[in-house]
């Protein structure tokens, strides 16, 4: 049976971490301008080279550049991290999750298969406190909202992968988890979920 079903978590409120994109973009730009503007300064007559101050000369001409470009890097990294959508997508037993920056890249997370899940339920229950405190397990959150989007759930997916334990938080509809569940063990279903569809 061939199955392909795909779900987005869009940031929920976007106007603050938008917001803050656009502020750590401009201090990007802005370190990066300052770097340009110090190499020319050296350059142009700001620094005097002679063969006694030469080192002198390329410690006050390069480090400072070094910096405003590093802060720059910095600053771009940081920007970046800001405006995060997940996308999941679920192909006939296949599960793939994939950060979505700002509307544009997408970079893929994680790749796994329904038959490596040995369970699956509700975050907050008590299973998935269990899940979450067992000593070696990774977690990754698939969202960058703090409250589930709206007619969606925080759902977690607990599998295994190069004999690690992960729990995947997702922010996502009953018909997701359905989805994956219907390629996975019976099994794997936490004891007091209860379906809604």
Known sequence: MDLYYEETSLVKNPEKPLKRYKTFRILFIASFVLGVIWLLYTFNGGVHFTDETIIEAMIVTFVPITLFFWIG??????????????????????????????????????????????????????????????????????????EPSDGKAFYYIAFTRDAKKIVLILDCTETMIANVYKFSSKLVLERDFKWSI
């Not at 793939?96 to 490596?116: D, T």
């Open 73 to 146: 890097a910095i600053f771009w990294k940081i920007a970046n991290k800001q405006y995060i959508d997940y996308d999941y997508c679920f192909s006939s037993g296949t599960m793939m999750v994939s950060k979505i920056y700002k509307s544009s890249k997408r970079i893929n997370v994680i790749q796994f298969s329904a038959l490596n899940i040995y369970k699956i339920g509700k975050v907050d229950s008590d299973t998935y406190k269990n899940e979450i405190n067992s000593p070696g397990v990774s977690i990754i959150k698939a969202t960058f909202n703090e």
